[in-house]
């Protein structure tokens, strides 16, 4: 986890960016537990498995909070924190939410910069309005 709570490409993380350059996201599953766990998680708590395995999830998530961050140079980006329809919560930017709130159904798309790497934002999901 670095300073803004965004997942950064480190050896460790090299499959979660690999996946968001081909639209799909990325995250880790412990296969004898069938549990699956945020892109930075370092291990199972419940076995204790040090490796996990990546997979890809749905992209589906719930909107849990959210912060607006102020980067350097930048326009303020709305910072979020989602429950993966799988399961876990992870950190990810908003894109296009003029109206957080909690609950919100969100959608996985990807960003593919010119510079720097091609990452997830988290849109909300029309298709399960009213569900
Ligand atoms: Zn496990």
Redesign the pocket.
């Known amino acids: 986890m670095n300073v803004d709570g965004v997942v950064r490409r480190d050896a460790r993380s090299g499959p979660f960016f690999d996946g968001a350059a081909r639209d799909r996201l990325m995250i880790r599953r412990?296969?004898?537990?069938d549990?699956w766990y945020a892109p930075d998680a370092g291990g199972?708590?419940?076995?204790?498995?040090e490796e996990?395995d990546w997979a890809e999830a749905s992209g589906r998530a719930v909107l849990v909070s959210w912060a607006v961050a102020h980067l350097r140079g930048g326009d303020p980006a709305p910072l979020a924190l989602v429950e993966l329809a799988e399961g876990p919560w992870m950190y990810g930017r908003l894109h296009g939410v003029t109206a957080p709130r909690e609950g919100l159904p969100l959608r996985a798309r990807f960003v593919h910069p010119d510079e720097g790497e091609s990452h997830p934002v988290f849109e909300e999901d029309r298709e399960d309005r009213g569900l």
């Open positions: 412990c296969a004898p537990c549990r199972c708590p419940e076995c204790g498995a996990l």
